[in-house]
Structures are given as structure tokens and as C-alpha cells.
């Protein structure tokens, strides 16, 4: 560049606007992807159903894993403490909704035994979550 009498001027600063633009839209990627890596971090084969529909809500997610074991949102817990933790959950949001993921292989009696601490513990919103078959497994 030159100045108003003709000599040359070196540029001292450093542009960091595209800096902070590559920045901002890697920070965006990694939080719209940080819950799918979350949620593949248990393994819980759930079953599938060839009629069901994904819900925008937020839910709680508990789940009971093949080996028996009770989480909440990724936390083992055991069945007394499941209940209360979700009274607490109720009183600070009577309108909870509650997603309950369990492997195909567990028993009906220990399922329906999850649920009832759940409905116990006064949540009104309960749904069983289950994957999506691929339209060629229904016919």
C-alpha cells in the first residue's frame, strides 16, 4: 500500500475475521453433533417397530441396559433412587416427559416392574423409545 506521499507502508496487523469465522462454524458442527456421539455411547438394542415417529420434545432418558444395569441420562442408578429422582424431576416440571430404552432381550415382568416406578413417581408423559425398521424388514 501507499500512503498520501508515495512510500511504500507494510501491513503490521493480522486479519483474524476469517479466523473467527472457521472458528464459529466448527464450534456450531461440534454442538449439533456432540448429542449423536453422546447417545451412541451406551448400546442398548432397542426394538423396532415399523410405525413410530421421532418427537421434538426433550426428554429424560432412562434406560435398562441387557446386563440388567438402570441409567438415567447416561448415569446408573438403582430403582429406589430412579423414583425419587424423578419425584424431584415431576415437582420441578409437571409436564416431564420420560423415554424409557430397554434391549429387546429383557423380560416383559422386568419392564413393565420400570415402568410402574416411573408412573409411581407421578411422570404422565412416558413413551417407550424403539428404532425404526427399514421398509424392506416389513413386508
Keep these: 500500500m501507499q500512503n498520501a506521499d508515495g ?3 507494510s501491513i503490521s496487523g493480522i486479519n483474524i475475521a476469517p479466523f473467527v469465522d472457521v472458528i464459529l462454524v466448527l464450534l ?3 454442538m449439533a453433533t456432540a448429542p449423536l456421539i453422546q447417545r ?3 448400546n442398548v438394542n432397542v426394538p423396532q417397530a415399523a410405525h413410530s415417529t421421532p418427537k421434538a420434545t426433550v426428554t429424560i432418558r432412562v434406560i435398562y441396559t441387557d446386563v440388567k ?3 438415567l441420562e447416561d448415569e446408573k442408578i438403582s430403582p429406589e433412587d430412579l423414583g425419587k429422582q424423578l419425584e424431584i424431576m415431576v415437582r420441578a416440571d409437571p409436564f416431564l416427559h ?4 430397554s434391549d429387546q432381550g429383557n ?4 419392564v413393565v416392574g420400570i415402568l410402574d416406578i416411573i408412573r409411581g413417581a407421578g411422570v404422565k408423559k412416558l413413551a417407550l423409545e424403539v428404532r425404526t425398521k427399514s ?5
Design 135 to 139: 421398509p424392506a424388514a416389513v413386508k
Design 40 to 42: 451412541r455411547a451406551i
Design 7 to 9: 512510500a511504500e507502508e
Design 28 to 30: 456450531i458442527i461440534f
Design 107 to 110: 423380560s416383559y415382568g422386568d
Design 69 to 71: 444395569e438402570l441409567l
Design 98 to 101: 420420560v423415554a424409557l430404552l
